[in-house]
């Protein structure tokens, strides 16, 4: 069984660092040690993020809406993670979504205080924090210029890749299927009919309301061999 210790050395903000600068930092820094039951919320939207927050145990699920309420992304993150770090600094520091014990889940707390005043003397963990947010801008940003909106299918999976803040994994997504076509710029009936060929070949599962995606790999790589078909027969018809 893994020690704290260990757990801690997978993060991405301590890598690199030994287990004896760890035990060190962790000897200074008041940590917060808390079990929640499945089912308890952990953050709710809205919540001040005053707190640097890892999941050391269990899985957690995260779910995230827009402003009008017209739809809702449920993602599935399993231990070891952080919660929403980039909520910790800048203009907004409130967590953007809610976050719920799939499992009973341990997580460990370190309040941004001893960030500020411990940690941030670390040349290795300013640089792991810098790399950690660069590289969530760097995703960001990409996701701009990769998406292809040429046609309904291409749109529909974009439309879920640019909200998903896990990239792999199970995603389930509450949204009226008119709400969706209306999105997207689509009619209801050629959205209802291109998710139930996508269902036929079990990357999405359909009820009521609701669109559940068993892998987002699988529907990614759905989505690039399709791009790469319509590039073939572009080429065909232009030859």
């Known amino acids: 069984m893994e020690?704290?210790?260990e757990t801690l050395l997978k993060m991405p903000?301590?890598?690199?660092?030994?287990?004896?600068?760890?035990?060190?930092?962790?000897g200074k820094v008041k940590l917060h040690f808390q079990k929640y039951r499945a089912g308890s919320v952990i953050f709710k939207r809205g919540d001040i993020c005053d707190k640097l927050t890892f999941l050391?145990?269990?899985?957690?699920?995260?779910?995230?809406?827009?402003?009008?309420?017209?739809?809702?992304?449920?993602?599935?993150?399993?231990?070891?993670?952080?919660?929403?770090?980039?909520?910790?600094?800048?203009?907004?520091?409130n967590y953007f979504s809610n976050f719920i014990a799939e499992t009973d889940v341990d997580l460990i707390s370190i309040d941004k205080s001893f960030i500020l005043t411990e940690l941030d003397k670390y040349d290795i963990f300013r640089l792991n924090f810098r790399n950690v947010i660069s590289n969530r801008a760097q995703q960001l940003h990409e996701k701009l210029w990769q998406n292809n909106y040429s046609c309904l299918e291409t749109k529909m999976?974009?439309?879920?890749?640019?909200?998903?803040?896990?990239?792999?994994?199970?995603?389930?997504l509450k949204i009226k299927m008119e709400d969706f076509a209306l999105i997207i710029g689509e009619t209801r009936l050629s959205v209802s009919k291109c998710l139930n060929n996508l269902e036929k070949e079990g990357l999405v599962f359909?009820?009521?309301?609701?669109?559940?995606?068993?892998?987002?790999?699988?529907?990614?790589?759905w989505k690039n061999r399709f791009l790469e078909s319509l590039s073939c027969n572009k080429e065909i018809v232009n030859q």
């Open 206 to 221: 359909l009820r009521r309301t609701e669109i559940e995606i068993p892998d987002l790999n699988l529907l990614k790589e």
């Open 3 to 5: 020690t704290m210790y």
């Open 13 to 26: 903000l301590f890598q690199g660092l030994s287990e004896e600068e760890v035990t060190r930092i962790i």
């Open 157 to 172: 999976i974009d439309f879920l890749l640019d909200r998903c803040e896990i990239s792999f994994g199970k995603k389930q």
């Open 56 to 93: 050391l145990k269990g899985e957690l699920m995260m779910e995230s809406s827009d402003k009008d309420n017209n739809f809702v992304l449920k993602e599935f993150e399993e231990a070891p993670s952080l919660i929403e770090l980039h909520s910790l600094f800048g203009i907004n520091t």
